[in-house]
């Protein structure tokens, strides 16, 4: 499976959605049943079958109110007519976590679709049934028993020499996909990252404000710490009297009801 952002046209209305690129069996692998119509089968999964396409749920009543006579529809990726076979399930919302699909097409057509010149690099996620007597070790070892073949004639020929060699040698593993598979640089990924900058940026300007704001405070007392000083302060007092207000401001800044809550 494979997944992207794509212009879907249905009527006069084109937006952005999530395609889903699937091959003819991951619906029964994923013992998937669509609502109404049929779901993508080993026919349609060939370059030179007509463009068929599966809505998901959501698509559906979004993009056609829930009406069945959306099977049989022809709606436009990318400019490209698609004949509307089947809506999947409310339930199944695709493989990739953090993605929802809105329509899910045939995984031969990718290429052509994403204007892909031979050669290109694209990735797929490659999803299969477990057998109860096989755990995901020995599958993992089956895989490094093919992977000089599959590297081998994987290998695009304009990378350079330690590019090749890096490839060749990252070892291929099976895990666990019953939660959905996870992107190196999915969105969610990223979106969580974008987050966390922004907070740690504004985490840091709060601390300089309260570093000049203590900075300020203790410059106006200069005086008053001057005066205990005479009279007997000593070092250790005056930091535990710093300290002790720091606390008890900071404390009624938190504990304090904000207006409406």
């Known amino acids: 499976a494979n997944a992207g952002r794509y212009r879907l046209r249905v009527g006069d209305v084109s937006q952005p959605s999530e395609v889903l690129f699937a091959s003819g069996e991951l619906f029964d692998v994923l013992d998937v049943s669509v609502l109404v119509g049929r779901s993508l089968t080993r026919d349609d999964d060939r370059a030179t079958a007509p463009l068929v396409g599966v809505l998901s749920d959501h698509a559906w009543h979004e993009r056609f109110g829930g009406a069945v006579d959306a099977v049989g529809a022809t709606v436009f990726v990318q400019g490209v007519p698609v004949t509307v076979v089947g809506i999947a399930p409310a339930s199944f919302h695709g493989v990739h976590i953090g993605r929802r699909f809105d329509i899910a097409l045939p995984l031969s057509h990718v ?5 892909l010149q031979p050669g290109a690099l694209w990735t797929v996620s490659i999803i299969g ?3 109860d007597d096989t755990t995901l070790e020995m599958l993992s070892a089956r895989l490094r028993s093919l992977q000089p073949r599959v590297r081998e004639e994987t290998l695009p020929s304009e990378w350079r020499a330690e590019s090749r060699d890096g490839y060749l040698r990252e070892p291929l593993r099976a895990t666990t996909a019953e939660t959905g598979v996870a992107t190196r640089h999915s969105d969610q990924a990223t979106s969580f990252l974008v987050l966390m900058t922004a907070a740690l940026i504004v985490l840091v ?11 300020a405070r203790q410059r106006a007392r200069e005086r008053e710490f001057a005066v205990r000083a005479a009279m007997g302060a000593s070092r250790a007092h005056l930091r535990r009297l710093v300290w002790l207000e720091s606390l008890v401001l900071a404390g009624r800044r938190a504990t304090r009801r904000r207006p409406g809550v």
Do not use: F
Request: aromatic share 6%.
């Open 111 to 115: 290429q052509p679709l994403q204007g």
């Open 205 to 215: 300007i709060a601390c300089v404000n309260v570093a000049h704001w203590l900075m």
């Open 129 to 131: 049934r477990r057998r």
